[in-house]
């Protein structure tokens, strides 16, 4: 079935480090893909989103390529600040008996250390 | 922007009792959604609906069950409440035509159900 694998957490850097959390996929079809994050004690919210293959997602100084090749949406930042501290969910959507549906990670926490 | 409001931040309710799990959205979305979020499981989808008064179940509907009366609330009911339901409960809500819509979710800031 549809799924995302997501890297094991959490991940603790330094700010101003280098972020790469890996994210690979399994679905049929074409799905589009998403990063989420969340902040402590809030809901998720999007980060960002790429629909079709090679397309880039970018915000806030995160980015993400949609690799088909290679079934994978990993998520980059090249500076972490402390305030990136938070859980990111990768997610993909596919059309599943006529409905969009969204497949979650299971989350990768970023602890950011000033 | 979206505000999907979820009524409350934290409940605690015995076993056996019955629990209702409020949402609302003030953006017009046709689509509304029920995950729980338990750690190492991520997001689970309980139940989904993509026009009032139509509901679908999704991948853990055991248990739950579902309200949708008006287009901008959708309610999360727990028949009978049982610790295994212990959990962080998020709505959401998305833009959507019919029911194929690529649209990214607007969540809510989450209900944490202790059940005791």
């Known amino acids: 079935g549809d799924s995302v694998t997501q890297m094991e957490g959490p991940v603790t850097l330094s700010e101003e480090a280098f972020l790469t959390i890996n994210c690979t996929y399994t679905?049929?079809?074409?799905?589009?893909l998403f990063w989420y994050v969340q902040y402590p004690g809030e809901g998720l919210q999007l980060l960002l989103k790429?629909?079709?293959?090679?397309d880039k997602g970018s915000n806030k100084g995160f980015e993400a390529t949609y690799r088909k090749e290679t079934t994978s949406f990993h998520l980059e930042k090249g500076s972490v600040q402390v305030s990136d501290s938070a859980v990111y969910f990768c997610?993909?959507?596919?059309?599943?008996?006529?409905?969009?549906?969204?497949?979650f990670g299971t989350g990768t926490r970023l602890l950011v250390s000033p | 922007d979206v505000k999907v409001t979820q009524s409350s931040r934290y409940l605690v309710k015995r076993t056996g009792e019955k629990v209702f799990l409020e949402c609302v959205q003030d953006?017009?979305?046709?689509?509304m959604f029920w995950y729980r979020q338990d750690p190492g499981l991520g997001l689970r989808l309980i139940y989904f609906?993509?026009?009032?008064?139509?509901?679908e179940k999704g991948d853990i509907p055991e248990g739950y069950s579902v309200s949708r009366e008006k287009k901008e609330r959708f309610s999360l009911i727990l028949e009978s409440a049982s610790t295994n339901q212990t959990s962080m409960y998020l709505c959401?809500?998305?833009?959507?035509?019919?029911?194929?819509?690529?649209?990214?979710?607007?969540f809510g800031n989450g209900t944490r159900l202790t059940v005791t």
């Open positions: 997610a993909l959507s596919v059309l599943n008996t006529g409905f969009q549906k969204l497949v």
């Open positions: 679905a049929t079809g074409y799905p589009s």
């Open positions: 959401a809500s998305r833009q959507g035509t019919g029911n194929r819509e690529r649209s990214p979710l607007h």
């Open positions: 609906s993509y026009d009032v008064k139509m509901k």
């Open positions: 790429a629909t079709k293959a090679d």
């Open positions: 953006m017009d979305h046709e689509n």
